[in-house]
């Protein structure tokens, strides 16, 4: 039956029968692909991203270069090796970590012992301009707060023209977080791409289908979750292990360094129940990735490697580290008890 509108005919749409709209369409085939059991939140994003919803931020980091990037080294590594992916993850993470963030970390470390190295001529400077501004105040009589404004001023001053002089900004002591914390989220999303199907290699088989039978021990599905919360936990522990050492190394921490170090700990902590809502394969990643940070702490920590890597001597460092730290560990948490 046709129906006239501005002096066309259209043919009406057909009418459903009564209660269709309400029935579910019916399932496409799979083909058969294995899925792995995640939560729905956890695979839910990868397709959010095309309507502008919540998860189309996720979505463009997800499809971003740098993932991608991430992605072909990780399918370059297996290809190549031809080891299974839970080898993979681990070879790559201990190459990268060794390759990229250990000179970057040496180099934090070169850069901080110089700046402590600056600090009793930093503390004699601060004694004669504070006098020098008294003297000042007195004769053309400041108030306090512009007697104070004009100290901090020209002190500001003086301590960078310091770190000018001997090269040691203490910002140049932070290009390690600005290198590090993005390669661990490309990493990341990487391996969540892998394990819930959203990247296929290029011969045409799954990475998904892979990463399901390539696990190790109690966990032999890289895409599932680890039930038994042994990989979460020892993330938890081994980041709680660094922050501690850190703490261990630092004497009269200031106020801001101990809130930092709390701030730290507590997301450590908090990372174990998330470590436990995702891939296994992500978490294997942070579990490597953490082992390395604190090998990497205790290597920095050696009089050997740091005149290696021609790390100033400070009145801080001891020929005897790994003894007092474990002493300080004692005397923390053992002997307390």
């Given at each position: 039956?046709?129906?006239?509108?501005?002096?066309?005919?259209?043919?009406?749409?057909?009418?459903?029968?009564?209660?269709?709209?309400?029935?579910?369409l019916?399932?496409?085939?799979?083909?058969?692909?294995?899925?792995?059991?995640?939560?729905?939140?956890?695979?839910?994003?990868?397709?959010?991203?095309g309507?502008?919803?919540p998860?189309?931020?996720?979505?463009?980091?997800?499809?971003?270069?740098?993932?991608?990037?991430?992605?072909?080294?990780?399918?370059?590594?297996?290809?190549?090796?031809?080891?299974?992916?839970?080898?993979?993850i681990?070879?790559?993470t201990?190459?990268?970590?060794?390759?990229?963030?250990?000179?970057?970390?040496?180099?934090?470390?070169?850069?901080?012992?110089?700046?402590?190295?600056?600090q009793?001529?930093?503390?004699?400077?601060?004694?004669?301009?504070?006098?020098?501004?008294?003297?000042?105040?007195?004769?053309?009589?400041?108030?306090?707060?512009?007697?104070?404004?004009?100290?901090?001023?020209?002190?500001?001053?003086?301590?960078?023209?310091?770190?000018?002089?001997?090269n040691?900004?203490?910002?140049?002591?932070?290009?390690?977080?600005?290198?590090?914390?993005?390669?661990?989220?490309?990493?990341?999303?990487?391996?969540?791409?892998?394990?819930?199907?959203?990247?296929?290699?290029?011969?045409?088989?799954?990475?998904?289908?892979?990463?399901?039978?390539?696990?190790?021990?109690?966990?032999?599905?890289?895409?599932?979750?680890?039930?038994?919360?042994?990989?979460?936990?020892?993330?938890?522990?081994?980041?709680?292990?660094?922050?501690?050492?850190?703490?261990?190394?630092?004497?009269?921490?200031?106020?801001?360094?101990?809130?930092?170090?709390?701030?730290?700990?507590?997301?450590?902590?908090?990372?174990?129940?998330?470590a436990?809502?995702?891939?296994?394969?992500?978490?294997l990643?942070?579990?490597?990735?953490?082992?390395?940070?604190?090998?990497?702490?205790?290597?920095?920590?050696?009089?050997?490697?740091?005149?290696?890597?021609?790390?100033?001597?400070?009145k801080?460092?001891?020929?005897?580290?790994?003894?007092?730290?474990?002493?300080?560990?004692?005397?923390?948490?053992?002997?307390?008890?």
């Amino acid at each position: 039956m046709l129906c006239r509108l501005g002096g066309r005919w259209l043919r009406p749409l057909p009418v459903l029968q009564h209660g269709a709209r309400d029935r579910p369409l019916a399932p496409t085939s799979t083909g058969g692909i294995k899925h792995s059991a995640l939560p729905v939140w956890a695979v839910a994003s990868v397709s959010a991203g095309g309507s502008g919803g919540p998860g189309s931020w996720y979505e463009a980091l997800a499809t971003s270069a740098p993932v991608h990037g991430t992605e072909e080294v990780l399918l370059g590594v297996h290809t190549v090796t031809g080891l299974p992916w839970w080898a993979c993850i681990s070879l790559t993470t201990v190459a990268l970590r060794g390759a990229v963030t250990l000179p970057l970390a040496a180099y934090q470390h070169y850069i901080l012992a110089k700046v402590e190295n600056l600090q009793p001529e930093i503390k004699n400077i601060a004694r004669h301009l504070n006098q020098e501004v008294a003297v000042r105040a007195n004769q053309l009589r400041w108030s306090k707060r512009v007697a104070r404004l004009t100290y901090l001023k020209n002190m500001r001053r003086l301590v960078s023209k310091l770190y000018v002089r001997d090269n040691c900004h203490p910002f140049k002591a932070t290009v390690l977080v600005w290198i590090q914390f993005p390669m661990w989220i490309f990493m990341s999303v990487a391996l969540r791409n892998f394990s819930t199907g959203a990247t296929h290699s290029e011969a045409g088989f799954s990475v998904q289908e892979q990463l399901a039978t390539d696990g190790i021990l109690w966990f032999p599905d890289l895409t599932a979750l680890d039930s038994t919360w042994i990989l979460p936990i020892s993330v938890g522990i081994i980041n709680l292990l660094i922050v501690e050492i850190f703490a261990l190394q630092k004497i009269g921490m200031s106020r801001f360094q101990t809130y930092i170090t709390y701030f730290v700990r507590a997301v450590s902590v908090l990372m174990i129940p998330v470590a436990a809502t995702v891939p296994s394969s992500i978490v294997l990643y942070w579990l490597c990735s953490s082992l390395m940070g604190l090998s990497q702490n205790l290597l920095l920590r050696s009089p050997r490697f740091r005149q290696l890597c021609r790390i100033p001597l400070t009145k801080s460092d001891s020929d005897t580290p790994y003894k007092d730290l474990f002493a300080a560990f004692y005397a923390k948490f053992i002997s307390k008890k």
